[in-house]
């Protein structure tokens, strides 16, 4: 499975970016999409997925503001990211996996990653 992330780019404190992750094809290795992001001398943390089933996981700092979704027919995860603030500053990946429901947040069980798309929100 390959995945390639695309969106990403230099914004203002409040402004609006959607990020797509096209994924090669749908199988077991894709049960759950997410996206993730890295700032400079941090972790990768995880920022939202989405389940087959349609449900969805939002870390709390992006809660309300970001929207993660799907387009099937596509084969697309998109994430909406809204009232964007300077600490979302960060390269964000696309990732998917065959992960099991209470592993949905952890990095560590995605076995596919893109590239990464760089989000710059200046203040």
């Known amino acids: 499975v390959q995945l390639q992330a695309s969106g990403g780019g230099l914004v203002q404190a409040g402004d609006s970016l959607r990020l797509s992750c096209v994924v090669s094809?749908?199988?077991?290795?894709?049960?759950?999409v997410g996206w993730f992001r890295q700032a400079p001398g941090r972790e990768r943390d995880f920022v939202a997925a989405?389940?087959?089933?349609?449900?969805?996981y939002y870390a709390d700092s992006v809660k309300d503001r970001f929207t993660i979704s799907r387009d099937s027919a596509k084969n697309t995860v998109y994430l909406q990211m809204n009232s964007l603030k300077s600490e979302d500053t960060a390269v964000y990946y696309c990732a998917a996996g065959s992960v099991i429901l209470s592993e949905t947040m952890s990095p560590r069980t995605y076995s596919s990653w893109g590239q990464g798309t760089q989000v710059t929100v200046s203040s």
């Open positions: 094809r749908r199988t077991s290795s894709t049960r759950s």
């Open positions: 989405i389940r087959d089933s349609g449900r969805t």
